[in-house]
């Protein structure tokens, strides 16, 4: 477990972030509007400022306690920024031995091993300035963890790079967090990445965390801070497999099975699948003649409405997985739709995160 409770005073910004506890695995997403502490929050717990106080324990080790801190260099912590903070005299291989002679028990050989992964090896006798965007977070990346850190803290290391370089470097980032088992702290603002990666998220507002929850719990409420953007939205989980028929896939995700285009080869070990809810109609019986390929039997359990005339309504797919759709008050009232209810969900649209 990570747990304490920090402050921090920086200027005229506070940081209290009241009693926080989550566990020390996996990818731990803080979301919440810029200048909300997050960034802060990461500081304080690395031990960076020393003005920080409060309680800090890191899976029962004391790293905080009241003004005596753990120095930062003995909490073996990694670090990944946005603007990748390389050193722009060294070649990239220089910089990676950087982190090498740092690392206790780490050779020569864990370096072209973590190249290799991160897919930086013809680049290593490169100068890091030459390098485009997404390359330097991938050395940046294969610095940190060459550290041997047990914690890596991720400050936004997506948010200057285009689309694609996003695309390509989420999936590395997520298979390096479940290869290498070391818990992750990962600072976002954008809610397609924390559905991508993020075991639980920790909402952050004014300098306090205001909750951590699971992924999915995340998700299940519709007043979640992660739809501010598109809306409610599903993210399920589970694997692809053959299609009915040419071009064609599937996604199981317990007892129900999605059909979609056949992915490309970078998609192909896709396993959480996204469906926006205003991508989901409801019928009350199971149309026939359409070619929405998508048509699941679910069950209504819970609807939620809003100020705008629209309903959020949840509903259980067979083995639990939840799907929501959004749909306007007056659809739901033509339909006379109430919890505990079956109904058909027609999909018009999913799409896989890798």
């Not at 960076?48 to 309680?55: E, N, P, S, V």
């Not at 970078?266 to 409801?282: E, F, G, K």
Request: aromatic share 6%.
């Amino acid at each position: 477990m990570i747990e304490g409770h920090l402050r921090l005073q920086r200027g005229c910004f506070l940081l209290d972030s009241g009693p926080f506890a989550f566990a020390a695995e996996g990818v731990t997403a803080l979301f919440g509007r810029s200048g909300c502490g997050k960034s802060t929050l990461l500081r304080a717990i690395a031990g960076l400022d020393a003005a920080t106080t409060g309680q800090l324990r890191f899976r029962g080790e004391v790293w905080q306690d009241g003004r005596r801190a753990l120095p930062a260099a003995r909490r073996d912590i990694g670090f990944v920024f946005q603007d990748a903070a390389l050193f722009p005299h060294l070649s990239v291989r220089r910089n990676l031995l950087y982190a090498i002679k740092r690392a206790p028990g780490a050779d020569k050989k864990d370096l072209d091993r973590l190249a290799e992964r991160v897919g930086i090896t013809s680049h290593l006798d490169q100068d890091v300035t030459t390098l485009s965007g997404g390359q330097r977070q991938r050395v940046a990346i294969a610095r940190a963890l060459l550290m041997r850190p047990r914690v890596l803290l991720m400050d936004e290391p997506l948010a200057a790079l285009d689309w694609r370089a996003k695309a390509e470097l989420l999936p590395l980032i997520d298979g390096l967090t479940l290869e290498s088992g070391i818990a992750v702290l990962y600072i976002t603002h954008a809610p397609q990445e924390v559905e991508r990666l993020a075991a639980r998220v920790m909402f952050m507002e004014a300098g306090r965390v205001q909750q951590i929850e699971s992924l999915r719990d995340a998700l299940a409420r519709p007043d979640s801070p992660l739809f501010a953007e598109e809306g409610p939205v599903s993210v399920l989980h589970g694997h692809l497999g053959p299609g009915p028929g040419p071009g064609l896939a599937t996604f199981d995700c317990g007892e129900s099975r999605f059909t979609l285009l056949q992915p490309d080869g970078a998609m192909r070990s896709a396993t959480r699948l996204r469906v926006l809810a205003r991508d989901v109609a409801l019928a009350t019986t199971q149309p026939v003649g359409l070619s929405m390929l998508n048509q699941l039997p679910v069950r209504i359990t819970a609807m939620h409405p809003h100020d705008d005339g629209r309903i959020t309504v949840m509903c259980a797919l067979p083995g639990g997985q939840m799907l929501l759709a959004s749909i306007t008050r007056y659809s739901q009232q033509a339909l006379q739709l109430a919890p505990d209810q079956p109904v058909w969900a027609l999909v018009k649209s999913v799409a896989l995160m890798d």
